[in-house]
């Protein structure tokens, strides 16, 4: 039976770039990792309301924190002023506990999120909560992002559908999907509906087409050589 591979974590450091960049000493790294964990799943609470795709952290020499944030709300992310960017970083350290931490957040513009695999999973798993149908949520997300530009998106819903008794899965795909092929840029994402029924799991699946430019992490040491 074939097993399957994380697409994102079998892309890293091809066509997608590291959602943590940094480094530290053995005696520091556990809980420098502890930290990032709780800042992702910070954002990830807030995924809906400013329709955040993704965070990476990365960290200086001088122990300074900088959140790349990419949401497809930047205004409101923002506030009038920045005012409420100041509320979610003090949020934040609240939920790291540690009121002394040095945070910087960059706020980075989706330009279209149709063609972005959280945001459509995000979108199906709201359909699915105002008991909307799993079919018609799933051909609208896969008709937006062939609309956007999109290679190709399969899409999956699993768990008690339209309330029956026995749980089961059902998905739809349109377009190509090499998930083997390593320079196609693939996105791939999860999320969860909450329903009276119980918990729906999404899954999408969308491919920006073929990447022939490696990703370059820009924290790279520099090496001199003599």
Known sequence: MGQKVNPNGFRYGITRQHNAIWYAEKANFADKLIEDVKIHRFFEK???EY???NTQIRRDSKGIITVAVHTA??????GQGGANLKKIIDDLKKAIRNKKAQINID???IKNPDLNAKLLAEDIAVKLEARGSFRIAQKFAIRSAMKAGAKGIKTRVSGR????????AEGYAEGEMKLHTLRQNVEYATATARTTYGALGIKVWVSLGDQYNQVESKSKPKV???
């Open 161 to 168: 559908l339209n309330g029956v008794d026995m749980a089961r």
């Open 224 to 226: 001199e050589r003599n």
């Open 73 to 78: 709300k930047l205004g409101s992310f923002l």
């Open 51 to 53: 329709r955040i795709a």
């Open 107 to 109: 706020a980075v513009e």
């Open 46 to 48: 807030l995924t809906r």
